[in-house]
């Protein structure tokens, strides 16, 4: 009984700090709330469920978490005009942090809170065997117009690929974006919620999917808009809210092991060793060194009289890199 009542007053307290935030930005005509969007109401119902909110090993958040991460995921839902009681976003603790985490629907909410001009977004995911019917922009941009298969038919084949369009009045395309089912996947695997197995993404692919199209769409729109009186503080924090959900993988990540020879690296011949002298500024060259040179020359050559050629050829295990999901770049994909 004590503890829900610390844990009720702690909520008071970040909830007016936040409540007086929104009102400075406001005031000072660095944000526009949306029309109809109650911020003092939104910030009740968020913190009545972070009240009943716990963390993975059943930790009160507002006990766990920081109190200026809480104010943060609070006031960046204000900010982006979301409603907790929409299912608009939740609230995720990573150790010590609180973080808000988008639906769907909440980006779609963001992106017509920051962009009036929007009037609908279609994402879809095609499947194996769909027949689609491709449009083209005002820009020469290709977007997906529709899928002319009967629904549902050929989902049993397995996915290809996926889709998002964003609609402004007169069903004007503002922005598109087309991905491969892999390049989907790869984007799941960027995020810190991602579970190889058992996880949401497995659970709920299709859904999945849709967030993953509209945030890419929404986010390539959002940063290539036109500055408008009160939004920019919605882009800051609508880009704060979608990074922060990779910020923790970063942070875990390992540091790169040092980059193996290629077999040409392995076996190439090494240079002259100079000794540069900071002092009077001459090189000297070392004869002992000029002759293993000579004699490691002659081992390398033996070497490769045994050894088939090979050019620039990776080690077996030597890594290629991050592998970063492609930017739509307008480029046509082929399925």
């Not at 769907?104 to 879809?124: C, D, I, K, N």
């Not at 790869?186 to 996880?199: D, I, L, V």
Request: glycine share 6%; hydrophobic share 35%; proline share 4%.
């Amino acid at each position: 009984m004590a503890e829900t009542k610390e844990l009720a007053i702690r909520a008071k307290e970040i909830g007016s700090s936040v409540m007086e935030r929104i009102d400075e930005l406001v005031n000072g005509k660095k944000l526009i709330l949306p029309a109809g969007y109650d911020a003092g109401t939104a910030i009740n119902s968020a913190m009545l469920i972070l009240q009943d909110t716990r963390d993975k090993v059943g930790r009160p958040v507002l006990e766990v978490c920081t109190k200026p991460s809480i104010a943060k995921a609070v006031l960046d839902m204000v900010i982006q005009g979301l409603q907790p009681g929409k299912k608009q976003c939740y609230f995720i603790a990573y150790a010590d942090q609180l973080t808000l985490f988008r639906s769907y629907f909440g980006t779609v909410a963001a992106l017509q809170r920051a962009l009036p001009e929007v009037t609908h977004v279609s994402a879809e995911v095609i499947y194996n065997g769909d027949e689609v019917v491709y449009g083209m922009t005002n820009y020469g941009e290709r977007f997906v117009q529709y899928i002319a298969s009967e629904p549902l038919v050929n989902s049993a084949n397995g996915p290809r690929a996926g889709y998002c369009t964003i609609y402004g009045k007169n069903n004007t395309v503002l922005g598109s974006t087309i991905m491969k089912w892999e390049d989907i996947q790869t984007s799941w695997k960027q995020s810190r919620n991602y579970k190889a197995e058992g996880g949401v993404h497995q659970k709920f692919s299709e859904e999945m999917a849709k967030r993953t199209l509209i945030a890419k769409a929404c986010k390539f729109l959002l940063n290539t808009s036109n500055d408008m009186a009160g939004n920019s503080a919605v882009i800051q924090s609508f880009n704060d809210t979608t990074d922060s959900e990779f910020d923790m993988e970063v942070q875990n990540e390992q540091k790169p092991e040092q980059k193996k020879m290629t077999f040409k690296e392995r076996h190439q011949i090494p240079q002259k060793t100079q000794n540069n002298s900071s002092e009077n500024g001459k090189v000297e060259e070392t004869k002992t060194e000029e002759k293993a040179v000579e004699e490691k020359s002659a081992e390398s050559e033996a070497v490769k009289a045994e050894e088939p050629a090979v050019e620039d050829a990776p080690a077996d295990d030597e890594p290629f890199g991050d592998v970063e999901p492609p930017v739509d770049n307008g480029e046509w994909l082929d399925f």
